[in-house]
């Protein structure tokens, strides 16, 4: 028994390609196996404490988030820069005072325009109805003339604005097309 030991303990000091005998035994070695140890059956009610603490954990992560849902994400464009906060007693500019002479200027000068821009408003209001009014006047003296010219005169011209307008058109189904979006076949295996 000793030398079958000893043999043994000669082949595991060889270096690893001298490993084989003369009858082309292979030495591998120890990987210490051992069986797998049986599951432990739980007591139900320790089950059911710990779904109990993980479903309390995950309503607490639910009731936190929540909480902070109220508060919006910073942007980090809106925000300022701490160095600009730091500077900015030093950034702050005076306000610029302007002269009595210059306030008055700007002030006449307001008016002006105010009352140019009245002026013009008034002015293209006022040729808008003139137009209209010998638009009226024509329209009425052409009906005192011929009512066929005048039905031909009211008419909307096609070509004044050239509009083209398509509904949605309904289109044949094309023979021995399958179309692919709508159906779904579920290939999924079923484990029973």
């Known amino acids: 028994m000793i030398s079958i030991i000893s043999s043994f303990s000669r082949l595991s000091l060889l270096p690893l390609p001298c490993r084989t005998s003369k009858l082309l035994f292979h030495t591998s070695p120890c990987l210490a196996g051992e069986p797998l140890k049986k599951k432990k059956r739980l007591d139900p009610a320790i089950i059911k404490a710990r779904e109990d603490r993980k479903k309390r954990k995950i309503e607490k992560q639910i009731r936190r988030l929540e909480k902070n849902a109220r508060q919006l994400k910073p942007i980090e464009e809106c925000e300022i820069p701490l160095v600009l906060l730091d500077n900015q007693k030093e950034r702050v500019r005076q306000p610029f005072k302007y002269s009595k002479g210059v306030l008055e200027t700007r002030e006449l000068l307001e008016k002006q325009w105010a009352k140019y821009k009245h002026e013009e408003h008034l002015a293209d209001i006022q040729l808008v109805d003139r137009i209209m009014y010998a638009q009226q006047k024509a329209v009425d003296e052409l009906r005192k003339e011929s009512e066929e010219l005048y039905l031909e005169a009211v008419q909307i011209e096609p ?10 058109s309904d289109t044949p189904s094309i ?11 579920d290939v999924s295996r079923k484990w029973n």
């Open 159 to 168: 070509m004044l604005l050239p509009l083209k307008i398509e509904g949605p």
């Open 175 to 185: 023979h021995n097309y399958y179309a692919p979006d709508g159906d779904y076949q």
